[in-house]
């Protein structure tokens, strides 16, 4: 056997051992007991007994040893700043932020709502909430107050903290009056808004309830707030991601597990050193940004560079000349990323002298095959593609360089992670397809290693019900992603089985859209769908039907109905969500007991054979749709 197909059956086959052992990078306040309790099937149970604290180990811990290192550099192309905290310079500013939190009144086990662009002081208060045993809910700075306003209700924060604004391509995009939209829409009102005022847009803070960062940090520049020792199994924090239904899910991590987790992969996946750098080009509101710009590579002991900018402003050298000056040794981004600077001029790439990287990470969504070869020419370092979800907090399927270099193959994210016991099931019968090149749903057998979530945030049921299967005596996790494994145990996978889409590497759920446009007066019904893009990946597309199409007979009618609807997604969720086409039908294609053909109607908008067609109700329908796609 391989040194990884070793590696990776030990941690199947004796989970324990093989967990113990990771257990032993990182620091704990009392020992577990116990490395796994699955007497609770589907919830597991890790680091049982044990005591611990995220921050302790992202940060305290590093400063007998590297406290004038780099931790973290926050790099503005926006505001043209740059800005770097070393580990001791991080430490009193965790602590500043903590002290201000618990003098807003959060205390153990409270929520804290993170509304932040990119900078500093949001892995700040990220770091500070698991200090005191707070969990955070970092919200993505681009979605809007109907967004905001479900997370604010569904995780009931004690305190927000927002900005008041962020900034994008130059053009700047105020926070609070988002924020204010949010809180007033939301049944739950948080008893504390802290701003961080970046002097970007004016504010108004509202007596009383709203507070300013600069002023209440002063009060506390030098008051020490020790670690919360927590169990393992405490909360460290929630992240909502879309799923089927409307509602998004907040999924919830523990603590014990999570740094146990983060700390492996950053040895075992990204071969990582203390003093390494590491740049990840995503956004601390998705899970690539809690696992991989702010814990992993604090845990690790390593420079982490946090970006807010664009790719490609002030040109499409920006990264590489981050690479460059920072000696940048582990980049992290996204597919759509890289597809952006495949359209500018390879030269960028060359300007700048990168060799310091060890690799390049890409993960998020399906990495073409042209991309992958582009990049790989461009940067002439490894291009490690990575597969993984927001319930999971770290690669399922990768490659594991620190434990075996092995060869990436273009089209396909790698074999199994030492942990995930990843099978393949057949969806007609529910049985494990285990020949090579089989179709399947990628599922992964319980328990979930650690890190992965613990359960959906005060629903347990819904844990149980989205994503847990029985297969004869045991039990299995669905991936929702379609996938195939050839003869050597690389996977490929092959889009999502539900509803959820993939727009520049940014999750969306169609149904979320789809409610938020339905709420519009002029619009009776609709369904949106994902479509192939060559830039984003997949595109959201709506085909509506009006309540009153009376109006709707010229192009302009149209366009501006489009154009109303746009701006409502716009208000409600954010630009991200937004369809890049709104098309008006009189009927929406639907089987003859009345459920939406979507993939018909994918397939359609997709210009491909929408297959069998014999349970639908009006043939017209679709034809509709052809005619308006072209
Ligand atoms: O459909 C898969 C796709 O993104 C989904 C998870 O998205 P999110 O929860 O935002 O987590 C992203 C963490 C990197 C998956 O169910 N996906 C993610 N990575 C890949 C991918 N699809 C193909 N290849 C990947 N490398």
């Known amino acids: ?114 509304y932040m662009p990119m900078i500093a002081e949001a892995a700040f208060a990220m770091l500070a909430c698991v200090r005191i045993g707070a969990l955070h809910s970092v919200v993505f700075g681009g979605f809007a107050s109907g967004s905001l ?54 504010m ?79 956004d ?51 597919p759509t990323a890289v597809r952006v600077l495949k359209k500018q001029d390879a030269s960028w790439l060359r300007k700048y002298h990168v060799q310091t990287l060890k690799a390049l990470w890409l993960a998020g969504e399906p990495l073409d095959e042209p991309t992958a070869q582009w990049i790989s020419d461009a940067l002439q370092v490894p291009i490690i593609d990575n597969y993984w979800q927001t319930e999971t907090g770290w690669p399922i399927l990768t490659l594991a360089n620190g434990v075996e270099q092995q060869t990436t193959r273009f089209g396909s994210p790698g074999k199994a992670m030492y942990g995930y016991h990843v099978k393949l099931i057949d969806e007609s019968n529910g049985e494990e397809l285990t020949a090579p090149n089989q179709k399947g749903v990628v599922a992964i057998e319980g328990p979930l290693p650690p890190g992965c979530m613990q359960t959906v945030w005060r629903d347990d049921a819904r844990f149980v019900n989205t994503y847990w299967k029985s297969i004869p005596g045991r039990l299995i996790y669905s991936t929702f ?74 192009d302009a009618a149209r366009l501006k109905l489009e154009g109303e609807v746009m701006k409502q997604v716009d208000s409600q969720l954010g630009a991200v969500a937004r369809p890049s086409r709104v098309y008006f039908v009189t009927v929406l294609p639907k089987t003859r007991s009345g459920k939406l053909l979507r993939r018909a109607l994918q397939a359609v908008a997709e210009r491909r054979d929408p297959g069998d067609l014999t349970t639908m109700e009006d043939p017209a329908a679709l034809q509709q749709v052809k005619d308006l796609v072209g």
């Open 1 to 114: 056997m391989t040194a990884y197909a070793d590696f990776y059956r030990q941690s199947i086959d004796q989970p324990d051992a093989f967990w113990s052992e990771q257990a032993q990078l990182i620091d704990w306040h009392t020992p577990p007991r116990q490395v796994c309790d699955y007497s609770n099937p589907p919830f597991a149970k890790w680091f049982v007994g044990g005591t611990t604290n995220l921050c302790h180990n992202a940060v305290d811990r590093h400063l007998a040893t590297r406290a004038s290192q780099p931790a973290l550099v926050a790099i503005s192309t926006e505001t043209d700043s740059e800005r770097s905290y070393s580990f001791a310079e991080l430490h009193a500013e965790v602590q500043r932020m903590a002290a201000v939190l618990q003098s807003l009144g959060v205390k153990k086990g409270d929520r804290v709502l993170i």
């Open 149 to 202: 306003a479900s997370r604010i209700e569904d995780a009931e924060p004690v305190a927000v903290v927002s900005a008041d604004a962020g900034s994008r391509g130059g053009k700047v995009v105020p926070y609070k009056p988002l924020l204010d939209e949010a809180i007033a829409l939301s049944k739950h009102k948080p008893a504390a808004v802290l701003m961080i005022n970046r002097g970007l847009a004016p």
């Open 204 to 282: 108004h803070l509202q007596p009383g309830r709203d507070h300013d960062w600069t002023a209440l940090r002063e009060q506390h520049l030098h008051t020490v707030v020790p670690c919360e020792w927590v169990e393992s199994t405490h909360p460290s924090y929630t992240l909502y991601t879309s799923g089927t239904t409307g509602k998004p899910k907040g999924v919830q991590r523990d603590t014990g597990g999570y740094t146990v987790a983060l700390a492996a992969s950053m040895k075992h996946i990204f071969d990582a050193k203390a003093g390494d750098v590491y740049f990840a080009t995503s």
């Open 284 to 334: 601390i509101g998705w899970v690539v940004g809690h696992s991989y710009i702010v814990y992993g590579p604090l845990i690790a002991g390593m420079t982490t560079i946090m970006y807010e900018g664009l790719p490609t402003r002030p040109d499409a050298g920006v990264w590489w000349s981050i690479v460059e000056k920072y000696k940048v040794t582990h980049m992290f981004s996204a």
């Open 481 to 554: 992603d379609w996938g195939i494994r050839d003869a050597d145990g690389y996977h490929f996978i092959l889009g999502r089985t539900d509803d959820v889409i993939n727009v520049a590497g940014h999750r969306l759920g169609t149904r979320e859209i789809e409610e938020s446009i339905a709420s519009h007066p002029n619009i009776a019904e609709v369904a949106v769908v994902g479509v192939a893009d060559s830039l984003k990946g997949q595109v959201a597309m709506a085909f509506a039907v009006a309540r009153d199409a009376s109006g709707l007979d010229s």
